[in-house]
């Protein structure tokens, strides 16, 4: 599923871009990208040596809360502006 999302994401960042510029964005986006995911990895090794596997997915779920919550109060403004 990740990789749909990943591809769609691409795309749609890219799309008014002219070819010298979707080049370079797109290198960055993907290189911000793919830094991050060895971060996390290298974070998540270090969270479970540290704590435990139950401490890593405590953390985790705590990391989506904000997201998500930000996600659900757009949606209401936006239908409230409507």
Same mark, same amino acid.
């Given at each position: ?7 769609? /994401? ?12 979707? =080049? @370079? ?32 997915? &405590?953390?985790? #779920? #705590?990391?989506? =809360? &904000? ?5 659900? @109060? /757009?949606? @209401?403004?936006?239908? @409230?502006?409507?």
């Amino acid at each position: 599923g990740w990789n749909l999302g990943f591809v769609a /994401g691409s795309a749609l960042l890219t799309e008014g871009l002219s070819g010298d510029e979707r =080049a @370079r964005v797109q290198g960055a986006t993907d290189a911000l990208i793919w830094s991050s995911a060895a971060g996390a990895a290298l974070g998540s090794g270090v969270v479970v040596a540290a704590a435990s596997y139950t401490a890593l997915g &405590l953390l985790g #779920a #705590a990391l989506i =809360a &904000l997201p998500l919550v930000t996600m659900f @109060r /757009g949606r @209401r403004e936006l239908r @409230r502006a409507t």
